[in-house]
């Protein structure tokens, strides 16, 4: 019976193993931004995203807090931005500041692949100098 059971689970559990992603689960994945045929943009282009980021980023008051923040973000199709993540935080609010920031951009020109808009990934290093 024991032996039964096992062979009935062990079925089972290769229903989940060997399941594919569906078609459009993979097409919704995003590209890379350096893979993307045509690159979405920041409204201005990049200078003005920086300038962007400049103006409305606030450094923590820590004395002597410095080092880069990383954060990743996607630009979807529609240009908005979404899935925003710290990759690299040096502490005191500043990776949380980075995301604040970046979440306040406005939309973007999405980017392209084959003709069609594709979701985008963006990492933004935010270099911080101590005081």
């Known amino acids: 019976m024991k032996k039964y059971l096992l062979i009935i689970i062990a079925m089972f559990a290769t229903q989940f193993i060997f399941a594919q992603a ?7 994945l995003p590209i890379n931004y350096e893979d993307a045929e045509v690159k979405p943009e920041f409204p201005g282009g990049y200078n003005e995203f920086m ?3 400049a103006k409305n980023f606030k450094t923590p008051e820590v004395e002597g807090l ?6 990743s973000f996607v630009v979807e199709t529609t240009g908005k931005i979404s899935e925003i ?5 040096i502490g005191s609010g500043a ?3 980075a995301v604040r920031v970046v979440s306040k951009s406005p ?3 999405p980017g392209e692949q084959d003709g069609k808009p594709v979701r985008v990934t ?9 005081y």
Do not use: Y
């Not at 569906?22 to 919704?28: D, E, H, R, Y």
């Not at 410095?66 to 954060?71: A, K, L, T």
């Not at 963006?122 to 101590?130: A, C, E, S, V, Y």
């Open 122 to 130: 963006f990492q933004l290093p935010i270099t911080i100098k101590g």
């Open 51 to 53: 300038k962007f980021i």
């Open 22 to 28: 569906s078609l459009n689960a993979i097409k919704s």
């Open 95 to 97: 990776g949380e500041e």
């Open 66 to 71: 410095s080092g880069v923040v990383r954060v």
């Open 107 to 109: 939309n973007w020109s």
């Open 85 to 89: 993540k710290i990759l690299k935080d």
